[in-house]
């Protein structure tokens, strides 16, 4: 395993100055998102795939500082009502800079569609009643997987061999489940993108699925979740309170070790071990209430000494 850093955490900073900052934290490997949910400061990626010059320079960027392009995140919203063409194309657009880049892996999301073909918004049913809404999920499934099986087979074509989804709410793969559900449809291509924090607030326990995952594992996003006990018990993990008023949820994002132990992170860092993950730790920073730059630098060397710990399991 290796320290990496997903970019985005640092977003303020520019593109060389944001890989500068990736060495001086340690970290020998970046995630860079090409768009979806980012604005992505860091790669204009239909600027690059149109643009040898530009793209050898890119890359030039990264490698000449010793670091290596773990991969290219897109975190788009395919089959959504609206974005869903345009995010589809994102995508695609991603996986052609990859293959230019020599990158096998991305990052992205599963996608939601909405309940109908009039619908603006996703709709995610993530529970099993009325049976009038179990239907509309069992039509959103079968949507999701034709566009999965064609949008598999390109990345493939395209030298693409790890397609690694976040299990994110909102998204019809948002748990273990689910990811092995679509997986068995499209096949090995298909894995996960396990993120810490959103098992956490959805009360699952990482480290379990981990083991349960297994060679899946295709990606590791380092990110910590903090519980206020009172608010918890009033709101629960629903909370609605908006992300812009830390101060009145349930929970929010923290710094990799401010929302959870050192024992928690020891244990996860030996189960992806244990199951055989050989590839970046990447930091995602969110965290509300510290500066960006200070977080990610607490998080990365608050792993590395955990990785340390475990016989110089950094690369």
Known sequence: MELGLYTDSVSRLDFEQ?????????????EIAAGGQSSAPHMKVFDLIG???LRRDYADQITGRGLRLAAINCSAWPTHPLLGDEHAELMRAAVRLAEQLGTTKIVTMSGCPGDSTQSRLFNWIAYPWPSDAVAIRDGQWEQSVAFWREFAEFAAAHGIERIALELHP???????PTLLSLRDRI??????????SHMFWQQMDPIACLHAL??????VHLKDVQFEGQRLALAGVLDGAPWAEPERRAWIFRTVGRGHDASFWRGFLKAADDIG????LSIENEDPVQNAQEGVREAAS???GLLDEQ????R
Do not use: E, K, T
Request: hydrophobic share 50%; charged share 10%; glycine share 16%.
């Open 18 to 30: 944001a890989l500068d900052f990736a060495v001086s934290i340690g970290a020998s490997a970046v």
């Open 51 to 53: 643009d040898a010059g």
């Open 170 to 176: 909102l998204q019809l793969v948002y748990n273990v």
């Open 187 to 196: 096949g090995p291509i298909i894995g996960a993108n396990v993120d810490p």
């Open 214 to 219: 297994g060679s899946a594992v295709y990606h």
């Open 277 to 280: 993950y050989d590839d970046a």
């Open 302 to 304: 608050f792993i590395a």
């Open 311 to 314: 016989g110089g399991g950094r």
